[in-house]
């Protein structure tokens, strides 16, 4: 199982990304899918989750500001992110909770991150 992840790059302050990242593999279910970041010097931080029913759950300097959904059917998961900021500069990794062996656990996989950066 490998999580692909894309769409980062260089946005002025108060402009917009959108990113996205694909599981592919032998891959029987998902569950929670997100985003996390991490920024120079800083521990990595939650973004933004998905259930696989559709919750999201945002971390408080993002709320209102970025939007994370969920295609199943593509097993991909994309935060739309809005009004950027230059605090919002990392690097941004997917993660998700994936059953990869068909025995109903899953397993926590990560992709290698692409990096947003936001200039002021």
């Known amino acids: 199982v490998q999580l692909q992840a894309s769409g980062g790059g260089l946005v002025q302050a108060g402009g917009s990304l959108r990113l996205s990242c694909a599981a592919s593999g032998t891959i029987f279910s998902i569950n929670d899918m997100g985003w996390y970041r991490q920024a120079p010097g800083k521990q990595r931080e939650l973004v933004a989750t998905?259930?696989?029913?559709?919750?999201?759950n945002y971390e408080d300097s993002v709320k209102g500001r970025f939007t994370v959904s969920r295609d199943n059917a593509k097993n991909t998961v994309y935060p739309q992110m809005n009004s950027l900021k230059p605090e919002d500069t990392a690097v941004y990794y997917c993660?998700?909770?994936?059953?990869?062996?068909?025995?109903?656990?899953?397993?926590?996989?990560w992709g290698l991150g692409t990096l947003v950066t936001v200039s002021s």
């Open positions: 998905i259930t696989s029913g559709g919750s999201t």
């Open positions: 993660n998700a909770l994936i059953d990869g062996l068909g025995y109903g656990s899953t397993y926590d996989y």
